[in-house]
């Protein structure tokens, strides 16, 4: 399975999709702030990086900017997780390069399909014939 970068600064939701993941054969980390998100992004190469948008100091939009500049981290998939449902955020997320962007609350299984085709479409990408 995959190993999977979640920056959320609630703890509690954090635990909870950590624990949820993991079960599903994941391994997880965990950042709570926009400035250990990028460190742990770059430390950690996670295949998949899960993002709230509104996180303390740096929000998830700078963050994504910074992870999709930045040539060791521009190539991680990452999916938008927020309370933001507006169209505006939507657009301005999916602008900005998210790979996926999914409102809270959401299903798990629609997580979990969400985090598959992500990885897919890296795997597709990073192939010979792809990419």
């Known amino acids: 399975m995959a190993h999977i970068l979640i920056v959320e600064d609630d703890a509690y939701i954090a635990k909870l999709l950590g624990v949820r993941l993991e079960h599903s054969g994941h391994s997880i980390i ?7 998100a990028i460190a742990r992004a770059r430390t950690h190469a996670p295949d998949l990086i899960l993002l709230d948008v509104t996180l303390p100091g740096m929000d998830g939009l700078t963050v994504l900017k910074h992870l999709k500049q930045n040539q060791a981290t521009h190539h991680i998939p990452v999916m938008m997780l927020t309370a933001q449902t507006d169209g505006i955020s939507v657009l301005t997320g999916m ?3 998210a790979d996926a962007y999914l409102t809270k609350p959401f ?9 598959e085709a992500c990885l897919t479409r890296r795997a597709a990408l990073q192939s010979p014939q792809g990419g």
Do not use: H, Y
Not at 30 to 36: C, K, P, R, T, V
């Open 95 to 97: 602008d900005s390069g």
């Open 30 to 36: 965990w950042a709570s702030d926009g400035n250990q």
């Open 107 to 115: 299903d798990f299984a629609d997580l979990l399909r969400r985090i």
